[in-house]
């Protein structure tokens, strides 16, 4: 009921008898999208320090999206809306940085005023929409449903070039536009440009993230909810999840020395006996919430006894499924590291998105847990073949624990998760191989890797002999002691190193790694990158494995009928 019924409904004129009532709920509102003290002190802190070449840090970045996002409204609008005339139309309030338009459920329309006056002046002027026939409890968000403001011209106006796209292309489109290009290396980045998060696809994770903090912020007035992992450390795909994280430690007063004399804030946290039975006291809190108020959050679930507590639910008008956690800090430097990494050098990131779309293309990694290589996992196989390298690509964790300032110090529950933040103080790496050469030395590299007795370890930059018997082994960066790896079985392993081998044999192949026109028109040949997704790969290693294994099962046939013959 809640996202169908919370959802404001913008009217061309304001509802007299409503504004008294709305202007007390504004006051509730202004407070809790004002400017977060403790993101501020971040962003300057890390503005003095972490640029270098264009590069800024994950802090700077995170703080410059928050501010957009602060000053943004989303808003369900009619598939025929005149663009034109809601652009004229929502400038009434103030200037517009920038708009525009996806669909999810229907068509929206993200928009980034230039101050937060305009958002206050804009949530001025719509109503609440009364049911007569179902009970409402009104919570004003900036989520927003545009009416009866014009239709465009011709049907389906905004669903052409002006809808920012949401998810990736199909496989069958991916591999035809990569057989187009000239060389392996265009290959590569034309790969990563299709897959990678658009300029829009991001200010909407941030804008979702912000709606949310609104609703938390009745709780914890000073808090942020700020996206982690995929959305933000550079090697999200469009149509990932929204992880969350939820964040405390910006309220003002906590952590400073307690006065001899002066004011304290007098609070209590009830049957709480761990920092654990915290985390999930605040989640259920902030879960109930957002499942009976929160516009549009559908199908939550209260996730409190995992490893890591959260809430799951979907976001029905930005498409996004999402998860909101509340300590799990380690996982935020984690994703600032693959951030860092991604900023070092380029080749990172364009190798670690074309592993991944190879690796789903043949069901090495999935969406459904279980035995499979998570993306995770992948990602730091590709950062340890880079350290790898004759002449290193990047450097190893410990280097950049090496480097790091006083202000870079972070232990985190006894973990040492200390690395350098200042971009500057990193120094290139002279490697000069290219996208092609790098993509069939990583085959080459895993293919012939000995997981039956070692493991990875991005720390050290070099293989380690394995601490425990799983197949595969890939020690976490932080916590040292676990196997993010912990999860794949014998059988997924085999089927990683056959592909790495098909995959090494394909790209030495001149018929494979040369490009080969059509017969005309828009036929096109599969060659080079676009080879190795085609999925009939897969089957071809499939089939000589059951070739392998007919002699033995030819073995205990014959044993069968010798016994049968005996008795």
Sequence with gaps: MASS???????????GGLVKWLQNADTFLQRSIGTNVAAQAEATRTDETDEKDGCKSLYAVQAERQEQ??????????????????????SRHGNINKYFFYESYGVYAVVEFTNRESVASLLEAVAIPSISHESVVPFKSRLLSL???????????????LCQPQTTIPISELIQRLSREETIDQQITSLTESYQLTEENSRLRFLVCSLLKDIAAAYFPECTIKPFGSSVNGFGKLGCDLDMFLDLDGIRGWNVKMPKSGLSLEYQMKRANSERAVTQSILSVV??????????????????????PLVRFAHQPSGFQCDLTANNRVAMKSTELLYLYGELDPRVRYLVFTVRCW?????????????????????????????????????TLDHLRDLAGPTDKSVIEGNDCTFVSDFSKIQVQSNKETLEQLLCEFFEFYATFPFSRMSINIRKGKEQNKPEMAPLHIQNPFETSLN??????????????????????????????????????????????????????????????????????????????SLKNKS
């Design 147 to 161: 009416r009866n403001l014009g239709s465009a011209e011709t049907p389906n106006q905004l669903s052409g070039k």
């Design 5 to 15: 019924l919370a959802v404001c409904m913008l009217h061309m004129r304001v509802r």
């Design 484 to 561: 993010v790896s912990k999860n794949v079985n014998v059988t997924q392993l085999e089927r990683f190193v056959a592909l790495c081998q098909e995959s090494s044999w394909l790209l030495q192949q001149s018929d494979t790694n040369t490009p080969r026109g059509g017969s005309g028109g828009d036929t096109v040949t599969t060659w080079g990158l676009a080879t190795l997704l085609l999925p009939s790969q897969v089957a071809g290693i499939k089939g000589r494995k059951r070739k392998r294994r007919e002699p033995a099962s030819e073995r205990i046939k014959s044993l069968l009928e």
């Design 287 to 308: 879960g109930e919430c957002v499942d009976q108020f929160g516009p549009g959050c559908v199908g939550v679930q209260k996730i409190l006894n995992a490893r890591c």
């Design 69 to 90: 996002a602060e000053r943004s409204v989303l808003i369900s609008c009619h598939s025929r809306t005149n663009d034109k005339k809601f652009l004229k139309y929502m």
């Design 359 to 395: 690796a789903r293309a043949h069901g090495i990694t999935s969406s459904i847990p279980g035995a499979w290589i998570t993306n995770f996992s992948l990602t730091v196989m590709v950062l340890f073949f880079l350290q790898r390298r004759s002449s290193p690509v990047i450097p």
